[in-house]
T-cell receptor, first 112, second 117 residues
Framework: DIVMTQSPLSLPVTLGQPASISCRSS???????????LTWFQQRPGQSPRRLIH???NRDSGVPDRFSGSGSGTDFTLKISRVEAEDVGVYYC?????????FGQGTKVEIK | EVQLVESGGGLVRPGGSLRLSCAAS????????MSWARQTPGKGLEWVAT????????YYVDSVEGRFTISRDNAKNSLYLQMNCLRDEDTAVYYC??????????WGLGTLITVSS
């Protein structure tokens, strides 16, 4: 199975400051169709996961543009340009290129 | 609005059985693959079982193969997970999730399964 490794696992951030989460896969996530199926989810406290970004960098409808995704191959990044209070939660990367799809361990974003 | 509502969770003894249900609304259910995923504090998030839109293909994570069965009733817009021979390590919040081709775009609120004697 593909191993997804996130860092850091805990990220204290000052309101209004940027935040960056890294996600690395144990194998390339480039699919035979040419796409790279790397997704980012946000899980706020007490809520179910919510998809933020798919195929590396495509934001879902309603997701603020302060969230952005980038990367290629095995290295990916989720950035929050200016953290707001509502961004507190755990962020997961997940790969959908190789079955079984696998999740990263999660990165907990909290306000300092 | 897409809605996925799980039910059927609870406390069960090791070796016991439980059936989860997921009621779907707000989209054409039989157009989508569906999955059950689970979340534990220790192991994080894990896909448990996946079923094709017409039920003709099913996939399971190794740890539940032979014990869990995923099914669907497209006439009732419902997804099911029959869980047999439950183990302590099956304790988790179980989510119903709608799949796109290579990920999931909507999750339910989840239902807690506790396996304990």
């Amino acid at each position: 199975d593909i191993v997804m490794t996130q860092s850091p696992l805990s990220l204290p951030v000052t309101l209004g400051q940027p935040a960056s989460i890294s996600c690395r896969s144990s194998q390339s996530l480039v699919h035979s169709d040419g796409n790279t199926y790397l997704t980012w989810f946000q899980q706020r406290p007490g809520q179910s996961p919510r998809r933020l970004i798919h195929t590396i960098s495509n934001r879902d409808s309603g997701v603020p543009d302060r969230f952005s995704g980038s990367g290629s191959g095995t290295d990916f990044t989720l950035k929050i340009s200016r953290v707001e209070a509502e961004d507190v939660g755990v962020y997961y990367c997940v790969q959908g290129t190789h079955w079984p799809w696998t999740f990263g361990q999660g990165t907990k974003v909290e306000i300092k | 609005e897409v809605q996925l509502v799980e039910s059927g969770g609870g406390l069960v003894r090791p070796g016991g059985s439980l059936r989860l249900s997921c009621a779907a609304s707000g989209f054409t259910f039989n157009d989508y693959w569906m999955s059950w995923a689970r979340q534990t504090p220790g192991k994080g998030l894990e896909w448990v079982a996946t079923i094709k839109h017409d039920g003709s293909e099913k996939y399971y994570v190794d740890s539940v193969e032979g014990r869990f069965t995923i099914s669907r009733d497209n006439a009732k817009n419902s997804l099911y997970l029959q869980m047999n021979c439950l183990r302590d390590e099956d304790t988790a919040v179980y989510y119903c999730a709608r799949l796109t081709k290579h990920d999931s775009d909507y999750w339910g609120l989840g239902t807690l399964i506790t396996v304990s004697s």
